[in-house]
């Protein structure tokens, strides 16, 4: 098998680059992650696709075919809320974790999949095992007021190499936006994402859309999903793929800023989230906010449920 009629197509520059069809991208990107092409194919794709950008038909077909091989666990009772974390920390430490456990307090159950794509920055993945919660090794159901991390590679090897194309290419590819996009969940879920540019608001946006996906969307914390302590973010919710907008930024900075970690390592990290558990550090008022928006959504989904 071979992606090249497809790389023919994409690779023609910015300007003369056509688009896929869905069913086209599925084909193209289930190949990929089935390693059936060669690292010179791969690495065409990607650089095609960095250099034309993905469609929301594309990026439909590249989920389609990633669900058509990914493990997913299996649906509860309750809406899976899922947090996907690849970003990490660098200058800021890293909080998706206390968003996580903050959610599960509230009692619902939560996935945060993720994979160290760098290794210079600081993950959740270490935040999370320093509180206590390891990488889980197999798949399985996520009750209510329970946490999980689920790596990438559990979850699909295959889109897992993937991105780890980044540690050699040196930029991001369509995995890295897709896995901000994906539900591993089998039943109804939450996808809580956040986009470092504006530009991938839109194109995410029209994915969610595209897709009919329940999801919350947000600039967050150095493009990790839990909302930055320091400012009001946007925040777009997308319920059976119907967008509305649920919080406005603020611009600029809050008035009183909250005192955070100067240190990002895990320990720290974890240190801090501890205390702010325990009520002995205050819980930043973005996190607060983002939190009951994210109770409210699964309020809704469980009314459509009933």
């Known amino acids: 098998m071979s992606i090249a009629k497809y790389i023919k197509e994409i690779g023609r520059g910015k300007e003369g680059a056509r688009s896929l069809s869905r069913a086209q991208a599925a084909d193209l990107f289930g190949q990929v992650l089935d390693g059936a092409v060669t690292d010179l194919e791969i690495g065409a794709f990607c650089l095609a696709m960095r250099i034309k950008g993905e469609t929301s038909l594309e990026m439909a077909g590249f989920l389609d075919a990633t669900y058509a091989r990914m493990q997913r666990v299996p649906a509860g009772p309750t809406p899976l809320v899922v947090i996907p974390s690849y970003n990490g920390a660098r200058k800021l430490p890293v909080l998706t974790p206390l968003l996580a456990l903050l959610l599960s307090r509230e009692g619902l ?12 920055r600081v993950f959740t993945s270490g935040v999370l095992e320093a509180l206590d919660i390891p990488a889980a090794t197999a798949i399985g159901p996520i009750s209510g007021g329970s946490v999980v991390f689920a790596p990438t590679a559990l979850l699909c090897p295959g889109l897992q190499r993937l991105l780890e194309v980044r540690r050699v290419v040196g930029l991001r590819n369509p995995a890295h936006s897709l896995v901000k996009l994906m539900n591993p969940g089998a039943g109804t879920s939450l996808i809580v994402s956040s986009y470092t540019h504006p530009e991938y608001a839109v194109s995410m946006g029209a994915t969610f859309e595209l897709m009919g996906s329940n999801a919350m969307l947000l600039r967050g ?9 320091r400012r009001v973010p946007r925040i777009e919710l997308f319920l059976q793929g119907q967008r509305q907008t649920v919080q406005d930024a603020l611009t600029g900075p809050l008035a009183v800023l909250p005192e955070l970690p100067r240190d990002i390592d895990p320990a720290t990290t974890a240190a801090y989230i501890r205390a702010v558990l325990a009520g002995t550090s205050p819980l930043p008022d973005p996190i607060a906010t983002q939190v009951a928006h994210i109770v409210r959504a699964d309020k809704q989904l469980r009314e459509k449920q009933a």
């Not at 159950?109 to 210079?120: D, F, N, Q, R, Y």
């Open 221 to 229: 914390t150095e493009g990790e999903a839990v909302a930055d302590p």
């Open 109 to 120: 159950p939560v996935l945060v999949h993720g994979a160290a794509s760098e290794s210079t």
